[in-house]
């Protein structure tokens, strides 16, 4: 189920199957590593996509979650739990691995994977918090 309106509309429906929301997270930035990072953020967001479709009637995709400046907010994720189980937070940039686990572990279930390299790296990582 992703955040469109035609999957919402069934959101009632299925709500209890869906115990996980997933989303990206990434930092905006206009420096000269900008077109690298937008390439990145592509292949990165074309992989959630994917999970999404592998993965339907369990995983709720979100849309990425995009951060401007130095401060992640423990309160932009955590009212996420209200609705599921397992929050996965999903850093587009190695640099904000530690920012998002460190701010994470104070949430019950709120997960942050590392950054894949692959999607089968990304498949293989939500599965394996599954079934912890």
């Not at 599921?84 to 691995?97: A, C, G, K, N, R």
């Amino acid at each position: 189920m992703r955040w469109a309106s035609k999957d919402l509309a069934r959101y009632e429906e299925i709500k209890e199957y869906l115990d996980t929301a997933i989303l990206g997270v990434f930092r905006i930035r206009f420096d000269e590593n900008r077109i690298g990072e937008v390439e990145e953020f592509e292949k990165m967001n074309g992989w959630l996509s994917e999970a999404e479709q592998q993965l339907k009637g369990r995983l709720f995709l979100f849309p990425p979650y995009p951060l401007y400046g130095a401060g992640i907010h423990l309160s932009d994720f955590s009212s996420l739990r209200t609705n599921f189980s397992t929050v996965i937070l999903l850093p587009f940039q190695e640099d904000l691995e530690t920012p998002l686990q460190e701010m994470a572990a104070g949430i019950n279930e709120v997960v942050v994977l590392k950054k894949p390299n692959s999607f089968q790296e990304l498949y293989e990582q939500i599965m394996a918090k599954w079934h912890e």
